[in-house]
């Protein structure tokens, strides 16, 4: 079972995301490596927002593969490079996940493994037995 939270002793939410998540009882874990903005050919595009896009669709991908929906995922990290505009970026993540608020924490960085890769998603699902 997951229960989600945000508790009145901290501060509201600052985006569309839940404080905590507790899981109990029994339960089946996907845990999923950093999902970049390529696509199945090897490509990535340069926009940062088409990247964003298509690292969700590849989350989903994986979702649907182990037969989990995307009221599955309790957390999700973003690891950013560079600028995207918030408007879109959240309208793209909104989109994607809907009226479901896993965990998320979203951090801009650097680099990633690669020059040309602007988005990488970790995640984390689990889906009640």
Sequence with gaps: MKISRNPDTIHNPVA????QIEITGPNRWL???GQLGMRIDGTVPENPLEQLQLALENVKKNLDASEMEIEDLTKMVFYLVGDFEVVQRRKIIG??????LPCT?????VALAAPSFKVEIDTWACKDI
């Design 31 to 33: 845990n999923l490596s």
């Design 105 to 109: 924490t979203m951090i801009y960085v």
């Design 95 to 100: 989109d994607f996940l809907g009226e479901h």
């Design 16 to 19: 569309p995301y839940v404080h």
